[in-house]
């Protein structure tokens, strides 16, 4: 099976600082997913990358997929109190995205 | 449009005992998945159903799980007898029918089992 690493595995950050967090795949990535979870809550979609060298933003969340996808990044510009939570990458074969591997998950927390 | 419900949200159960757990999809969502994050490990999949077939259970632990889909509206995941290692949150997730299988998921708040 794929096994997704997530890096780091938490992350604190000064308010209007910009971070990074990745994933890094076993085996050749055919879709992969971004999601963001508050505690209590489920995992909410933030972004699907499907081809090497894509490239996606949201607001002040920019994801990547690396050429040889393998690997994923997710970058956050200026962030913001709202933007804490925790970040997890999801990965799943080509004909069924839902039979997803996750990552461990990545905890953010912004400081005001 | 109402998301993905689980319920309930918080089940303490001793070992042994029976637990049923539910998941209502959103409507006219043929995908419905089931997954399990234990504490301290990764979210892991167990089961999906297209409708009311099972499309793959492979994630399933062993035979003490049982889902169901009545229907193919709603869900549920039955855990009999309850063992201490079936603690933890059961995630419910439904998506519509996409040929190309590249389906965004819709996630329920969880179901936090707790076996004493």
């Known amino acids: 099976s794929q096994e997704l690493e997530q890096s780091p595995q938490s992350l604190i950050v000064q308010e209007g600082k910009n971070l990074t967090i990745n994933c890094t795949s076993s085996?050749?990535?055919?879709?992969l997913y971004w999601y963001k979870q508050k505690y209590g809550e489920g995992l909410i979609f933030l972004m699907m990358?499907?081809?090497?060298?894509e490239e996606k933003s949201h607001e002040k969340i920019t994801a990547k997929l690396d050429e040889k996808k393998q690997q994923s990044s997710l970058h956050i510009t200026a962030s913001q109190p709202s933007h804490a939570g925790i970040y997890l990458c999801g990965a799943g074969p080509r004909t069924n995205a839902g039979k997803s591997t996750f990552g461990d998950g990545t905890t953010l927390t912004v400081k005001p | 449009e109402a998301g993905v419900t689980q319920f309930p949200s918080h089940s303490v159960i001793e070992k042994g005992q029976t637990v049923t757990l539910r998941c209502d999809p959103i409507s006219g969502h043929d995908n419905l998945y089931w997954y399990r994050r234990v504490m301290g490990k990764e979210i892991k999949f167990l089961l999906h159903f297209v409708k009311e077939s099972k499309q793959d259970e492979s994630g399933m632990p062993n035979n003490r799980f049982l889902a169901e889909r009545t229907g193919g509206t709603y869900s549920t995941l039955k855990v009999q007898p309850a063992e201490l290692e079936d603690s933890g949150v059961y995630f419910c997730a439904s998506s519509p029918f996409q040929a190309s299988g590249a389906n965004v998921l819709t996630f329920g708040a969880g179901s936090r089992l707790t076996v004493l």
């Open positions: 990358l499907q081809k090497g060298g």
């Open positions: 085996k050749t990535l055919y879709g």
